[in-house]
């Protein structure tokens, strides 16, 4: 789908007005051509949005002329000075250049034209080829320390981002059995899946992460939505890291953590991990708003708009640091 260059330039000029890009109803004001430009896609939140356009527009205002960068920037409200109303930042550009406002407004209509071809030209628009396969619009898990073993429960709802979706990745952090290859079946990694398709032998991605393919009882088109959910054990005598998080390799709508220490695992503290790097989750200085076990040793949280390759959840201490 192409992109026509006079509705761009007219949306252009209807996000210039007001505060520019950093206007509170920046979804709203984003049309559908500046989205295809700058890779805004339906469901990004409008902070998402706002980073989208600004990153995509001032890419593309570095290919102008330098003359044309600063009228560009501040008549888009891109430039560094605090938000201004647009009347504002032309009366600054004429001021300052000692010219009339209606000069001023005439010369940005001409940069804006520029930006529009170059927006063309550079062939920037998102193609949906490039889109995820699939996103997950909400993933709910619960970890049990207070059973004979161990358990997790995961169950995640997914959409299609792309027609003919046929399988799943999935990744989980575990630790092997003794004498485990590297490659085995799920029954012996302790991996059920209760429901949603049908689950692959695991294959070893890390020294402590397993790869799996979920199989889905058919394809998915655009926009179909799929329900799965497993169970995974954990023995204790295989070792438990000190926390629990999620890592999204792509968009994650919503998670949310239900952790039940009860009486065989009693933290002396727990804190929550957002958007952490993943390696920084085994670093001994714990960083995160600490969390207060209730009197059964039950934790609770929840995230929206998760970044994919950080991490969130969980993290616990059982000794002193």
């Not at 957002?274 to 969390?291: I, K, Q």
Request: glycine letters at 8%; a neutral charge; proline letters at 7%.
């Amino acid at each position: 789908m192409s992109v026509p260059a006079e509705q761009l330039v007219n949306e252009l000029k209807a996000l210039r007005k007001g505060l520019g890009v950093e206007t509170d109803d920046i979804g709203a004001r984003v049309g559908r051509a500046l989205q295809r430009v700058c890779g805004v896609e339906d469901g990004d939140t409008g902070e998402r949005v706002r980073r989208k356009v600004r990153d995509q527009l001032n890419v593309l205002i570095d290919q102008c002329h330098p003359e044309q960068q600063n009228l560009l920037r501040a008549a888009l409200g891109l430039d560094s000075a605090a938000p201004r109303m647009y009347q504002e930042r032309i009366k600054e550009i004429a001021d300052t250049a000692f010219v009339d406002p209606r000069t001023v407004q005439r010369r940005i209509d001409s940069a804006l034209v520029r930006l529009t071809q170059l927006a063309l030209e550079t062939r920037r628009l998102v193609d949906v080829r490039k889109r995820p396969p699939w996103h997950t619009l909400d993933l709910r898990v619960v970890m049990s320390f207070d059973l004979r073993v161990p358990e997790v429960y995961e169950t995640r709802r997914i959409v299609a981002g792309q027609d003919g979706v046929e399988e799943v990745e999935v990744g989980l952090t575990l630790t092997p059995p003794p004498g485990w290859t590297g490659s085995g079946s799920i029954e012996d990694l302790g991996v059920d899946l209760l429901y949603g398709g049908e689950l692959s032998d695991g294959m070893m991605k890390a020294r402590n992460r397993i790869g799996f393919v979920l199989r889905l009882p058919e394809p998915l088109a655009r926009g179909d939505e799929h329900e799965y959910a497993f169970r995974v054990k954990v023995p204790v005598e295989r070792g438990i890291a000190p926390h629990y998080v999620c890592t999204p390799r792509y968009q994650c709508d919503r998670f949310s953590l239900h952790v039940r220490f009860g009486a065989v695992l009693r933290p002396q503290r727990v804190w929550r991990l957002a958007g952490v790097p993943p390696l920084e989750l085994d670093d001994p200085v714990w960083t995160g708003d600490l969390a207060r076990p209730n009197r059964f040793g039950e934790v609770h949280t929840s995230f929206d708009n998760l970044e994919p390759q950080l991490s969130y959840g969980f993290g616990w201490a059982t000794g002193q640091a």
